[in-house]
């Protein structure tokens, strides 16, 4: 009579993974025979923490976002389990790593790790006789190759743009953390002195400016004409995250990405997306749900990119001419708002009403970045 | 003499961690609750309520007037942190309020009894700043009052026009706590920049009388204006109700079984129980829930179903058929919310029993049902549209509709506080017909109004999907009849595994969403051409039900975390195909019978 078998649930809010989760979990129960691993959707965080006071509680749970400081206590700390593996610590990138154990715990691994960098568009480059960006540039100097990039006819109707940028209050925050300037305070607890600062003041400034003055970019209410996934053709250079490459492949080299210009403030920094996933504190069998959890995050060869730098020099990434620029910014990368105050975070769409006002009617930038202090 | 709680006030709470005493915590909270953090208030209120209350039902002997006492003393509590010099002294202080406002309450004159002298407005902290504080309504009151001429030179500056602007609508919503007199002299000191000399004149008082009629009415303003900010409930104007329980009977609604679509199901039930009866199609055509559907583009989960501007379909819908309607909503900071499309959209509110409670008496006493979104909803369901038909005080329970308990369910008020989101609605009275052309039309001209309006949203959600998007990257939903696309692309991606109990929910609920489609349009009050071509739409709408229910009859309802297999999926996609090549039949057919009806409109001109 064989062992009975050990259930470990994982509940996941990630359905595009779902390949990644399904191989680590054929390699897992192979190695495991007495392991089944069931695999469980969740629409969003309400109902990953509804599961968990259910009676069959999920031992492992995946959420779009990374629970920085576990906020509503659904994990276990992992540092135990970390310290286990000889080398993870130092092998972990460090702008990484402590970004993900801000608040002294580790509640869970990383996942769908990306930033942004700017994607130029090569040919349009050479079409205006435009040297190619580096990572010195300034500000004000993208904000010159945009305008000579920026293609206008006789009646003012515009063919190419020389940026694209969508309009949401987290994708604007690296400019004004390289700025010097933050929506909200180290530890999450007010945006009062932080969003209505001088440096956030200026940095959103000149988001604004993209638009009001050097017209350098599409307006928020202006069609675009190409078909979803297709928008970032008619701008010479894009804010973009490294999931774009995922879904555009670019076998030609006909784009490459440069780092975020310089901004006055003088900070090297970048912001942090990624998702996460733990042991929670419900798990019968946290042990084994770290085991597999540690499998399907640091031992997969899937993830790009991935949590450590071994892992990237396994896969090739370090050499690659998109990846390998991604990856170096998880050397300097910090927590946005985003993580360090889910209060700030719950307005965001409020906020992004703000920002189109800013942008389509004018509204004055210093006394609406003021009068967000009630946010957070 | 001293009531225990008061004794108490100062003593450790011994479930605090070691090393931190709960006066400790307290002073921390006080602290940044002076600094204007809500949420450290309504911690601080959380951890007190109960004695306070207990406090005030003691002195007062009153249950319902003990939660006034309560609310009021929360609202001085929030006005006048910034006076409390000792803040390790928060507890005493709060019952101090407490006693004073119990003692207002049970002295007769009320609690405007003593005026203060206007003069106070010019001795503000304000008075020798020229910025504006527009989180401060004696301030923005101050901004008001200098002299037009100031005003008009700050009028150039757009920003500051813009803020104008908003403050403006900000008190004209406050202004519901004045009496009517007091609102008239409000606005003509304030907004019309009259002196109070002139103002004397125009009404035949003295001076002095304006004078203390603008104070008290910036006293009223700013009581209601701190009472907002906290999420709280506009003063009751009659006295304490006697009722410490009440429960409503909640008739059964012609629709058996009830409408997926909660929502539309429960303010039909809430129609029923004040004896206006729908038919459950018309009520699905009129509300347009009949022909929306959208779709995560994620996957096929069912959040789409819920994705809407809550509050103004609500609004629009009750306008629609005649009623007005109270709408209390937000969103906690605290805990993870769902439905973040249409919740971001809601204003942040604290914990507060006082907020919620007594907005569900208010209605259940008159005999008026309430609208409630409940995140507590029995499997499968996860959240879903309920209709609270009453409460006991003494149990501390409300009872309410449950689509999986056909006999209802209670929830405790600590439930319904605790609640991340806050949607609550009660009818208001029945709206009064408008007088002359409107009241002249024919009921069979409304009707065919009411359906062409119906007919054009159809077509135009159909076509161009629905108007309201969530402001944010990473939201997005596909509505219309690109749903269907979005829906067959979510099961032929061989990256994603589509979400099996969304797709459940989904089938069941637009399978029946088009049944009453295809219901409503037979029942539209078109003539001749106009009329067979809504008819072919509706046979069309059927066909697209039947080939909706075969998708729902191959992954029903449930909850379950089974995967769809590769055959079941392409299966699933044969069906959509099938239900989308049917409705755009449908809709082509509106769209032609909205041509010939427009064309004969044109001819009759």
């Known amino acids: 009579m064989g062992e009975q078998l050990t259930e ?13 989760l399904m191989e680590a979990k054929e390699s897992f129960e192979q190695a495991n025979p007495n392991v089944k691993l069931i695999i469980q959707q969740a ?15 999920p031992d492992i749970i995946e959420l779009g976002g990374f629970p920085v400081g576990n906020p509503d206590g659904l994990f276990i700390d992992l540092t135990p389990y970390v310290s286990e593996l000889k080398g993870l610590e130092e092998d972990w990138y460090p702008g990484l790593r ?72 987290e994708w604007w925050e690296p400019f004004i953390l390289r700025n010097g300037g933050r929506y909200v305070s180290p530890d999450g607890s007010t945006a009062r002195g932080y969003v209505d600062s001088p440096a956030t003041i200026e940095a959103f400034r000149k988001l604004i400016d993209t638009y009001r003055v050097h017209k350098i970019i599409r307006m928020p209410n202006e069609p675009s004409g190409l078909e979803e996934g297709r928008k970032h053709e008619d701008a010479a250079m894009n804010f973009t995250f490294g999931w774009h490459f995922f879904h555009h492949p670019d076998p030609d080299h006909k784009y490459a990405v440069v780092g975020l210009p310089k901004m006055p403030g003088g900070v090297e ?65 910090q927590l946005g708002a985003f993580f360090l105050s889910r209060k700030w975070n719950a307005s965001r769409q409020l906020v992004n009403d703000d920002i189109n006002r800013m942008i389509l009617e004018g509204v004055d930038v210093a006394q609406t970045l003021r009068s967000w202090t009630r946010f957070a | 003499m001293a009531f225990e709680a008061e004794d108490r006030a100062s003593t450790a709470n011994k479930a605090v961690p070691a090393g931190m005493t709960s006066a400790d915590r307290d002073q921390s909270l006080v602290e ?35 939660d006034d006492v309560v609310q009021d003393a929360l609202i001085r509590a929030f006005m006048h942190m910034g006076s409390l010099v000792d803040t390790s002294r928060f507890l005493p202080w709060f019952y101090r309020i407490v006693r004073n406002q119990a003692n207002m309450r049970l002295r007769r004159g009320g609690p405007h009894r003593k005026e203060q002298p206007f003069v106070s407005i010019l001795t503000s902290s304000e008075t020798n700043s020229s910025r504006v504080d527009w989180e401060d309504l004696d301030s923005i009151l101050y901004h008001l009052a200098r002299t037009a001429a100031d005003a008009a030179t700050r009028e150039h500056d757009p920003a500051e026009h813009l803020l104008r602007k908003e403050m403006y609508e900000t008190i004209h919503s406050l202004l519901h706590c004045l009496s009517r007199k007091e609102r008239d002299i409000f606005k003509a000191y304030f907004f019309r920049q009259l002196s109070p000399d002139e103002i004397a004149d125009m009404y035949r008082m003295t001076t002095g009388s304006i004078y203390t009629y603008i104070h008290r009415s910036r006293q009223k303003l700013r009581k209601e204006h701190v009472r907002v900010s906290l999420g709280l409930l506009p003063e009751k104007k009659e006295g304490s109700g006697l009722a410490r329980h009440k429960l409503l009977e909640m008739p ?32 699905m055509g009129v509300s347009t829930f009949a022909f929306r559907m959208k779709l995560s583009d994620k996957t096929t989960f069912a959040d789409g179903i819920y994705v809407f501007d809550w509050r103004a379909v609500l609004q629009e819908l009750m306008k629609e058929i005649g009623y007005e309607i109270s709408i209390l909503c937000g969103q906690l900071a605290d805990s993870p919310v769902p439905l973040l499309g249409a919740v971001e959209r809601f204003p942040i509110v604290l914990r507060i029993e006082e907020a919620v409670i007594p907005f569900i008496r208010k209605h259940i006493d008159v005999g008026k049902p309430v609208l409630y979104f409940d995140t507590r909803v029995t499997k499968p369901y996860v959240h879903e549209w309920s209709v609270i038909y009453g409460y006991d005080d003494g149990a501390r329970v409300v009872h309410l509709t449950d689509p999986m308990l056909p006999e209802g369910k209670i929830l405790s008020y600590d439930d319904v506080t605790d609640n991340p989101v806050r949607f609550l609605a009660g009818f208001g009275s029945k709206l009064e017909q408008a007088a002359g052309k409107t009241a002249r039309r024919s009921r069979e001209t409304r009707a065919r109004e009411q359906a062409l309006r119906t007919i054009r949203f159809a077509i135009d959600y159909a076509k161009n999907g629905c108007d309201y998007r969530p402001r944010t990257s990473y939201l997005n939903y596909t509505s219309g009849l690109a749903a269907y696309d979005r829906w067959i692309g979510h099961l032929q991606n061989p990256h994603i595994a589509p979400n099996r109990y969304g797709m459940g929910q989904l089938s069941a609920v637009y399978a029946e969403a088009k049944r009453y489609a295809a219901l409503y349009l037979r029942g539209v009050l078109l003539d001749g051409e106009a009329m067979r071509l809504a008819l072919l739409a509706s046979e ?66």
Not at chain 2, 274 to 283: N, R, V
């Open chain 2, 252 to 283: 059964a609604w012609q629709a058996d079984p009830p409408i997926m679509s909660t929502f539309v199901s429960n303010i039909g039930r809430m129609l029923a129980a004040i004896s206006d009866q729908w038919e459950a199609a018309e009520f």
């Open chain 2, 32 to 66: 940044r609750a002076q600094q204007g953090d809500t949420e450290a208030f309504g911690e601080l209120i959380e951890q007190h309520r109960n004695k306070a209350r207990g406090l005030a039902e003691r002195l007062t002997g009153d249950p319902h007037m003990a």
């Open chain 2, 540 to 605: 069309a709408y059927e066909q697209t039900a039947d080939a909706m229910d075969e998708l729902s009859r191959l992954v029903p309802f449930i909850r379950t975390s089974e995967v769809l297999s590769p055959d079941m999926r392409e299966v699933c996609v044969v069906h959509l195909e099938k239900a989308k090549m049917f409705e755009s039949a449908a809709i082509g057919y509106l769209e032609k019978s909205i041509a010939i009806t427009a064309g004969e409109e044109g001819n009759g001109q």
């Open chain 1, 269 to 333: 920094t970048n912001m942090l997306y990624m998702a996460g996933a733990g042991v929670t504190k419900k798990s019968a069998n946290p042990r084994l749900a770290w085991e597999f959890l540690s499998h399907y995050i640091l031992a997969s060869r899937s993830w790009i990119l991935p949590n450590t730098r071994s892992q990237a020099l396994q896969q090739g990434l370090t050499n690659h001419p998109v990846w390998s620029r991604y990856l170096q910014e998880l050397h300097h990368v």
């Open chain 1, 8 to 20: 470990i649930r994982f509940m996941t809010e990630i359905p595009h993974y779902l390949h990644i």
């Open chain 1, 43 to 57: 629409v969003d965080d309400f109902e990953s923490a509804k599961a968990l006071e259910s009676e069959e509680p």
């Open chain 1, 98 to 169: 402590q970004a993900i154990g801000h608040g002294g715990n580790l509640p869970g691994l990383p996942l769908e790790i990306m930033m942004p960098l700017i994607m130029y568009n090569k040919e349009m480059f050479d079409r205006a006789g435009l040297t190619y960006p580096t990572d010195e540039w300034t500000w004000d100097e993208m904000m010159e190759l945009a305008r000579k990039l920026t293609i206008r006819d006789a009646e003012g109707r515009t063919s190419q743009y020389g940026f694209g940028i969508g309009v949401d209050i």
